[in-house]
Nanobody, 125 residues
Framework: VQLQASGGGLVQAGGSLRLSCVASGRVFSPMAMGWFRQAPGKGRGFVASISWNGDNTEYADSVKGRFTISRENAKNTVYLQMNSLKPEDTAVYYC???????????????????WGQGTLVTVSS
């Protein structure tokens, strides 16, 4: 399984970006998908996750109400719509796939089996 993330870039505070992540290879349901991020000098942390059918989503408190995760299973794609961006959202964003996960998607980094290469989001003040 390969994950390809895209959509990062430079945006002013208050702006929006939409990240995409396409999964390819031996991709089979059920699988949860997640987004994590790593700011300069910090560890990788949870942002959002979505269940295999899209019925369940989880968000970090820091992004709740501003970010929305969604998916299109027909395209093996997960999205992260990021609105009202803040400078503290600056990070490399990684998508991840949790194979075989049903129900509530995990927030735990170590439970994800596959990772994309990351896409850089820079929010200027």
């Amino acid at each position: 399984v390969q994950l390809q993330a895209s959509g990062g870039g430079l945006v002013q505070a208050g702006g929006s970006l939409r990240l995409s992540c396409v999964a390819s290879g031996r991709v089979f349901s059920p699988m949860a998908m997640g987004w994590f991020r790593q700011a300069p000098g910090k560890g990788r942390g949870f942002v959002a996750s979505i269940s295999w059918n899209g019925d369940n989503t989880e968000y970090a408190d820091s992004v709740k109400g501003r970010f929305t995760i969604s998916r299109e299973n027909a395209k093996n794609t997960v999205y992260l719509q990021m609105n009202s961006l803040k400078p503290e959202d600056t990070a490399v964003y990684y998508c991840a796939l949790d194979r075989g996960r049903v129900g509530v998607p995990s927030r735990v980094l170590s439970e994800y089996d596959y990772w994309g290469q990351g896409t850089l989001v820079t929010v200027s003040s």
